[in-house]
């Protein structure tokens, strides 16, 4: 059977099909894109059979019975398998095209289902065979609309064993306040869940994250949302027994948490960069943090002691010094461009014994003839430094601002002011003692002749 069908795509691809434009396939990427139309005719596809990543765009399934009239099932024999990923891109389709599309897969192994700029209508209640579950763990919607999931926990309770198997799901700028409980409990082997550029706030943080739901979550990431609750959002990610990567970055924090937080024991990885942060404590931050990015944020000092932490991104907050070493002691990966440090010193850098990476340009650095020379011993370092030294500049005194601290040059007396000042004293001093010795001698020797 698999032969002949091989001899039917050959003999299909050698006929140059008139008037028919088809897909476009790219070979370089193996990548095919394809309009929904031309699926309604198998030969526009033949082209693409080589392909492993397949894109459909510009369809509109409002009957769910349309998709009868493409030739997917036709279609599938021919299909590489496995498929590296599908995107269905710029589609109105109704949930019934999902459920028919899956069912007709479920012998292609598909790595990656992807949705973007599509609009789901209609209910369907979900149903598939134990037997026959789709081979796709790894789900992705950007951009999407749907029905409201409050109500739909009984819609998918058909699926529940192929919920409980996917490993990936990215639902990205979708509009999603919450994930009702009645949906998330069957996720038990999810490992990495985004849900950047939605609309959760604060409530549906505790609505979503609530005891005994994503057992075994790695990665989650709530970036650009409408968090303002440090704390609520620290309590309620607690419960997350297994959370190593954390990302939530772009909401507002500015508020300082009125408590210490209790989070996660397995978390390594936090970025709170851009959440309005003006002081964060050693009580709100993760004791087991490898990696820590506070960038763009509001931080004057940073007053918090993390003994396993190996990357610190400050980029872009009001610092004036370096952080103290004793606070982080095994210190890798260090970066402070954007702040406001006057001055570089090589020895307290030095002190970080495990500094692999240094950045620290554009900042205001004062260029004294000690600043100047103590940073230009930075490049023998055993650290890297960063963007050195095209980008960092002096912002004093005024006759060196803007100019590279690498290039800086003052003169003689601007280096040993305070020497020269000492030895033109002594001169004066030493002027004014003869001066006054010879004005006595003067004034006695005037005495004895009168």
Known sequence: MEIAQSLVVLLLIGCKLPNSQGCTFDLAKSHCTCLFADLKNLFNILTCMQAFVFEFRDGDFKNPMDINALSLESLVPFLQNPINKIIVG???????????????????????????????????????????????????????????LSDRGKDVSGIS???????????????????????????????????????????????????????NLRTLKLRDNKLTS??????ALSMLPNLQDLDLS??????????????????????????????VSVHQLPQTLEILDLSYNRLSNLDASLPYLKELYLTRNRLHSLPSVT?????????????????????????????????????PYTCSCP???????????????????????????????????????????????????????VLILLVCIVATVCWVRTCCFTQRTA
């Not at 985004?194 to 994503?214: A, H």
Request: net charge negative; charged share 20%.
């Open 230 to 235: 440090f704390g609520m959002a620290c309590n």
């Open 90 to 148: 710029n589609s109105v389709l109704h949930e019934n095209f999902l459920l028919t599309f899956l069912t007709l897969t479920q012998n292609v192994r598909i790595t990656e289902l992807v949705f973007e700029d599509c609009i789901f209508i209609g209910k369907v209640s979900w149903q598939f065979a134990e037997e026959k579950l789709p081979s796709v763990f790894y789900l992705q919607f950007t951009n999407v609309s749907s029905a409201s």
């Open 327 to 363: 606070n982080f002691p095994v210190l890798e990966v260090l970066l402070l461009d954007g702040n406001k440090i006057p001055h570089l010193s090589k020895d307290q850098l030095e002190a970080f014994k495990y500094l692999s990476i240094v950045r620290a340009d554009q900042n």
């Open 371 to 425: 600043v100047v020379n103590e940073m230009k011993e930075l490049p023998k370092s055993s650290f890297v430094v960063q963007q050195w030294p095209e980008d960092y500049f002096c912002d004093s005194p005024p006759e060196l601002k803007g100019a590279r601290v690498n290039d800086a040059q003052s003169s003689v007396f601007q280096c040993h002011k305070l020497l020269f000042i000492s030895i033109i004293c």
């Open 250 to 279: 772009q909401n507002n924090f500015s508020e300082p948490p009125s408590s210490s937080c209790e989070w996660p024991n397995s978390l390594l990885l936090l970025n709170l960069s851009r959440v309005g942060l003006e002081h």
């Open 161 to 215: 064993s192929w919920l409980a198997k996917m490993q990936n799901i990215i639902f990205t700028r979708s509009q999603i306040t919450h994930i009702p409980r009645t949906i998330s409990m069957h996720f038990k082997d999810l490992n990495v869940l985004d849900l950047s550029e939605n609309l959760f706030q604060d409530q549906g943080m505790n609505d979503s994250f609530s005891e005994g739901l994503f057992p």
